[in-house]
């Protein structure tokens, strides 16, 4: 099951062609419940930030926007990847005020990440890319399948410090800690 809602989760509603889909799947059903509300809206995006759930629409209601503000607030206490109870946490403090990366999950996913792959794919797309699919394609051999592979690279790894693999592709040195690491994994080699 991928980590992010998709447009097969949400039929029926009313998504632009171009929408943009980035948000967990545990926001799901805050999702659903903020749909039914805006059927005669056009759905433009349906994402995080900040570590809260956003529903960009066409111009609604004042009360379409306070249902919407409503959800918002709600995703806060709502874990973004299963949907169990969660709390807002961010890296740190910057002039009194949160600061770093923000998200809303739950203790069993506290380190987990969610970022689309395109979001640093911009620092160095060509050599990101080709770590990325490289990776990916041997996690999917050494786990049996794709969704097993995605979700290894966007968990804490204990054999990697509790670093999130797919944060280490960003670099040839961390790369090649995430391909060594998945080599012994599929040698039954796990320190």
């Known amino acids: 099951m991928p980590l992010l809602i998709t447009r097969a989760d949400l039929p029926g509603a ?4 171009d929408v943009r889909l980035s948000a967990g799947r545990g926001w799901l059903p805050l999702v659903r ?3 039914a ?3 005669d809206l056009k759905i433009l995006a349906i994402r995080e930030d900040a570590g809260a759930l956003v529903i960009d629409t066409t111009r609604g209601s004042a ?11 709600a ?5 973004e990847l299963c949907g169990r109870r969660g709390e807002l946490i961010y890296e740190g403090l910057k002039d009194g005020r949160p600061a770093g990366w923000h998200r809303t999950r739950c203790v069993a996913h506290r380190e987990w990440r969610t970022c689309p792959p395109q979001m640093w794919l911009a620092n160095d797309p060509s050599s990101n890319a080709w770590r990325l699919a ?3 394609s041997k996690a999917e ?11 290894w690279l966007m968990a804490p790894a204990i054999g990697l410090n509790r670093e999130v693999p797919i944060d280490l592709l960003t670099t040839q040195a961390g790369y090649e800690l995430v391909d060594d690491y998945l080599s012994r994994i599929g040698r039954g080699v796990y320190c």
């Open 33 to 35: 419940e903020a749909l």
């Open 14 to 17: 009313n998504l632009a062609a």
């Open 134 to 136: 490289s990776a990916t």
């Open 141 to 151: 051999v050494v786990f049996g399948d794709r969704q097993a592979a995605v979700e």
């Open 75 to 79: 995703s806060l206490h709502v874990c």
């Open 63 to 73: 009360a379409q926007r306070v249902r919407l503000a409503e959800i918002r607030a």
């Open 37 to 39: 509300d805006l059927s």
